[in-house]
């Protein structure tokens, strides 16, 4: 049942390549779900059907039609950012999230800045907001260091293209509108 609606980064190819090789580093230790936990949903490796991203913004999905509207407003054009870490943050229902840390983007904060002052949503404050792809989400805290530390190995700075961005409804997810 989708709830809600959320704003994402569409890929390059071959950022998404890249992306994927860092990943699959993890060999058997590669069933990711970026899914967060208390989602109203039973199975979240079975709704995480969103691609590897990170989320700009998110909103009740009541108000799809008005967020649509103002989003065609907002210039959107690609834009390149870097990984420059891996990290681990606590997430809901006790759970613990491992994810791609970014470098500062002067530009994809601009627009962040934009999106929010015409579809403001508190949770995606600029003012108190970090950028990052999420990896995996889970609440075997275990699990989360040794997939950081197998991803911490040989690890390498990537610089992405962001191509554009996509609206979609979620879970799971729908395509709605891409930027």
Known sequence: MNERITLISHFDKNST???NERINKLGENKNICK???GKNVDNREEVDTLPIHFTMCA???A???NIILKLKQIKFSKLKIKVIGLNIM??????????FELEKNIELEKLQGEIYNLCPSERYN???FTFHITIHIDKNY????KMKNILEKDFKELELVVENFGLYEIY???LVEIF
């Open 17 to 19: 390549i890249k992306i």
């Open 35 to 37: 899914v967060p936990f």
């Open 59 to 61: 909103w009740n999905i």
């Open 63 to 65: 108000d799809e039609e």
């Open 90 to 99: 606590k997430g809901k229902e006790n759970s613990y999230c491992l994810y």
């Open 126 to 128: 600029p003012d108190n």
């Open 142 to 145: 275990e699990k989360i260091i």
């Open 172 to 174: 799971p997810a729908k």
